[in-house]
């Protein structure tokens, strides 16, 4: 009975630990693949700003890992509406004036605010990350970053880019 017993336990700790699959994609030569992520969504907030000194322009470039889009148009331009969402404490007041789109590369925004962004304010990227593409946020950098006052002149600020993987 006891050697029953034994062999009952030990086919089904076989079995159990034989079960694979542990909701991933697939399964290859026995490495299994999370399923990927569906999006990323980078944040940029200008750190040093102070409530006087508003920035009424920036432009600013950041880099996008091989693999992640901006949402585009069927013509392969920014669907600017769906990307970019700007919190700003005059949103009225705001225009994007240019987004370009560097596959596998870059984007760069270029915006305008009559009444200036505040140090509240910030700019959200909405991007797509494709099937097989597995980046983290630390692949997404800020390249270039110019700002100017409401008066043309250049401001020094380090703005701060947080990206999260959905």
């Given at each position: 009975m006891k050697r029953i017993l034994r062999i009952i336990i030990a086919i089904s700790t076989c079995i159990i630990c034989s079960c694979g699959g542990g909701g991933a994609t697939s399964q290859n030569g026995g490495i299994t693949t999370p399923n990927p992520s569906t999006s990323a969504r980078s944040v940029i907030k200008p750190t040093s700003l102070v409530a006087s000194q508003n920035v009424a322009g920036i432009q600013l470039t950041i880099s996008i890992p091989s693999g992640v889009t901006p949402v585009l148009n069927p013509d392969g331009s920014v669907d600017v509406a769906s990307t970019l969402v700007v919190s700003s404490s005059a949103p009225a007041n705001y225009t994007l004036t240019s987004v370009k789109y560097t596959a596998g590369s870059s984007l760069t925004i270029t915006g305008i605010d009559a009444s200036g962004f505040g140090p509240s304010d910030s700019i959200t990227i909405?991007?797509?990350?494709?099937?097989?593409?597995?980046?983290?946020?630390?692949?997404?950098?800020?390249?270039?970053?110019?700002?100017?006052?409401?008066?043309?002149?250049?401001?020094?600020?380090?703005?701060?880019?947080?990206?999260?993987?959905?």
């Open positions: 909405n991007m797509k990350v494709n099937s097989g593409s597995y980046p983290t946020g630390s692949d997404f950098k800020i390249l270039s970053f110019e700002a100017y006052d409401i008066y043309g002149a250049a401001l020094s600020l380090n703005p701060a880019l947080a990206t999260t993987i959905q």
